[in-house]
């Protein structure tokens, strides 16, 4: 690829911020019993603007130990934006309660965390252990299954198992997504917000896995899907567009993809600009493909 690290990695991380805040606000509100709930929590108008909440179809049972239930308050309490005290909470806590119902939990959080810290292997590896106990988390599903292939690289063992295990993820989340139904404790508004997040990084997952077999007219409708789902698109997912639409001798459709990404501040900016005045100089030399 021009001009973008092979692994794919870093914008998405950039572009996922928002779900960090959001892990931890409905996992309280979900798994807290409803009188030991803040009145903050209970009134999702009351959200910071922005937060996209994870879907699963899976909640954890009431707490019914006084300590355990002291210790995975002490996490949640502790503001995202504090994530170094969080981690350590978390680690604590798992330590301690390694067969607590809470750890599920914990787990989505290492998830997150981990993702924007670019240590994809314990992601990965907390992920498996979350899904294992809450097998419909449709977010974490789409994380996971949208990073892996981003995060490939020459040193990579295995790849086309990874590719196969991250497009079984992203339909997965896609077919888990649509069944959902919306707690009482959101917003019509902050649920659908839920669902588009979760389903634009499926999508693009599933470009992404399009993309490193080499079918590039198989991702360029994943991407599409993605980018039109999204709340903040993804300039790689328009860059991997803009390819795949070079890759397939669509010049025209090229260029607008590069040029969406272009728009957007970021690493691959000035790739992208660089792009758009090669997919025109192709389509002045080259036959364009009929769409």
Known sequence: MKGISKTLTRPTLIVATSLLVAATAFAQTQQQPQQQQPQQQQNPSNKPAGEVTPLTLDS?????NAEEDAAIKAFRDVKVNDSAKKDQLGVEFLQKYPQSRYRAEIYSWQVKSYRSQNQIDKMEEAADKELALTPDDAQTLAIVGSTLPRAMNASTPDPQKRLAKSEEMCKKALDIVPTLQKPDTLTDEVFNQAKAWTMAMAYSGL??????????????????????LS??????DYYLLGVCNEKTSHFDDAVEAFTKCSEIQG?????????????KKLAATQLSAPK
């Open 267 to 279: 690493p691959i900016q000035a790739t992208c600009k660089q792009s758009i005045e090669e997919a």
């Open 207 to 228: 470009g992404v896995v399009d993309y490193r077999r080499g079918k590039f007219a198989d991702a360029i409708p994943n991407f599409q899907q993605s980018v039109k």
């Open 231 to 236: 709340p903040q698109p993804d300039p790689v």
């Open 60 to 64: 954890a049972p009431p707490p019914v």
